[in-house]
């Protein structure tokens, strides 16, 4: 009985097989037909659909081009699209779809704002916050993030809607490698006047720990005039050392190798800024003589970074100031007042326009240079002339030339009086280099204020 049966289903399935291939064997003898390569696609959203190619084929017979194809896909859009494909010949056709999906296939990114190794101090626990995840399109995932930590590596993962994956590990270094900082109250290389307090207190921070060992080499002796070398190291407890080395020069007033810049006709945007930066940065106090030109928060910046402010004349209008001593002092005023309303110093420190042995002034009265010289001081007033050109009053426009007509003419053996213009940009382009040289070369920087020996020409007029 069994036997029999297991026949009958053999037998039903030979048939069934044969039935096949006689339908197989008619369709392709008497119908069109179509053979696709690779039947179904999968492509990524926003790509280019890339048709995979057809032929079609009656009695043998290539016909692939009679064959229409009707797509409708976008492949902006997610979702399954059919392409259909038919031919027909007489009365005999053949249809056939191939589907398309459009998909996400895109991975999501993760962003670390740190670097692949990172470096904890030891006794810290590490927090990862330094990540971000974003997707093309479900953007921002970061909150899909999952942050596994293995002993001293931590991998991120993330998975967008699409199931498409990103994956970052990173080690984490329990170690310190760090030296403390230590900074000086005073700044790095400062310059104190004889018998004037300097502050010497500084202070150590470590990155990782408040176990640190701190130590002075050297002292500063703020009642002899000198140059003063004092060290400082510290070390943290893991080993990290920092050494820092602070140069402390003790200087008198008009101190022999003294140099006093000094800027007339601003203040000016562009130019009087970068050069208060300039000075800032070098650490180095000079003198402006200011007009009534520029904005005030300059003069304002200039008194504030600890400058002298002195007075030049308002206008700086030779045929005003020099025609009668009344204007000059009309005119004095005005700026003198300007720099009260805008600093509260009461300024009595003064540059005459074309200095005090200027010719000029002959054109509009003859004698007033004489005249003024004695009025100004008989008013309270100091002027102060130069012994140095920087050539930016008109003989040259190069920052170049400008340098070396004041590196060239400094001098150890005396106070040097630089006159330059706060106005002029080839002046602030070669001020940094001035500095330097000067400071490499021994040379003190300093204001003139009240104190500040006069420095005067002979009169002209
Ligand atoms: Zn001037």
Redesign the pocket.
Known sequence: MEKTGGSKILLGLFIFFIIIAIYTIIDTIFYPNIILKNSDVVINLNSEYNEPGYKAYYKGKDITDSVSVYENINTRKLGVYKIKYSVSEGSKYKNITRKVYVKDLTKPQIKLTSNKDIYVCPDDEYIPNDYKAYDNIDKDITNKVKVIRKGAFITYLVKDSAFNEAKITKRIHYKDKKGPTIKFNSGKNPSILLNNKYDDKYTVVDNCTKNVKAKVYGKVDTTTPGNYKVKYTAEDEYGNKTVKTKKVNVYQKDQKGTIYLTF??GPNIGTTDKILDILKEENVKATFFVTNRGPDYLIKREYDEGHTVGL?TAT?DYSYVYSSVENYFNDLASVHDRVYRITGYDSRIIRF??GSDNTISRRYKSGIMTELVKEVLNRGYKYYDWNILSGDAGETKESSVVYQMVTENLSKDRVNIVLM?DIKPYTRDALKNIIEYGKANGYIFDSIDMNSKMLTHRVNN
């Open positions: 007339d006709d030049h700086h326009p074309g213009h």
